[in-house]
């Protein structure tokens, strides 16, 4: 009902559909929907019982569309994974409108960082990823690191509670120094040991001594190598 209502173009520009058991019929048919309209703004699909299957679909009718700025898709463990990555991947490289990704609480691994990667070196709308609670390791951490010395429009960052650990932190740095545009940073919940906390924590008191526009919340809470400092308070450097 509601996917055939989209088809109209209604001038309704936020849906809200968390908790709803929406399932793949329902996710392809909103999919099929957002090939053809151009209001929508927001859509949020939290907390459902579709498949990776269905919500590739869903990330590949991004391709065509020019209106959605917001989608969330988080807590879907299920219904988000590698092959919905992939899909985002592709779509997103022609996509210039799409503002806030919210893919947290998925089942996303760490093989897909080649696609995270083509999304953040392709694309130059998004400007929130939300990556927290799936399953990246240090082969995806090093090339969302890698990509972002190449992408002027992501903000914000958000890889909480993943198992990225210690190669990611170098490799962040290394790419941060380049980048002028990400401030804020969430690597919370990680695998990080004193060295790399150490390492990210240098970096930013040598941003705050240098004037540099970089990372301006830094979030290493409750990992392996984090002291109390870090434990339950933002790092600024503000």
């Avoid at 019929?25 to 929907?33: I, N």
Wanted: net charge negative; proline share 1%.
């Amino acid at each position: 009902m509601l996917a055939r209502l989209l088809h109209t173009n209604p001038p309704l520009q936020e849906l809200h559909l968390g908790s709803n058991c929406v399932d793949a019929t329902g996710v392809v048919a909103l999919a099929e929907a957002l090939k053809v309209n151009t209001n929508l703004r927001s859509l949020s699909l939290a907390k459902n019982d579709f498949t990776d299957e269905s919500a590739a679909q869903l990330a590949t009718s991004l391709a065509g569309n020019t209106s959605i700025t917001h989608l969330d898709l988080s807590d879907n463990a299920l219904g988000i994974g590698d092959l919905t990555v992939a899909a985002f991947g592709t779509s997103l490289v022609m996509n210039e409108t799409l503002e806030t990704l919210d893919l947290f609480g998925g089942s996303i691994t760490d093989t897909v960082g080649h696609h995270l990667s083509q999304i953040l070196t392709s694309n130059t709308a998004l400007k929130s990823l939300n990556l927290g609670c799936n399953q990246l390791g240090d082969t995806a951490g090093i090339s969302i690191a890698e990509a972002l010395s190449n992408n002027a429009s992501l903000t914000q960052l958000l890889l909480t509670e993943n198992l990225i650990g210690d190669e990611s932190a170098l490799a962040l740095v290394r790419s941060l120094s380049s980048n002028g545009t990400l401030t804020c940073l969430n690597l919370g919940m990680n695998k990080l040991t004193e060295q790399g906390v150490g390492v990210l924590d240098s970096f930013r008191v040598k941003s705050l001594k240098e004037g540099l526009n970089t990372v301006k919340y830094l979030n290493l809470y409750d990992n392996p190598g984090t002291g109390l400092y870090y434990a339950n308070v933002w790092a600024t450097n503000e």
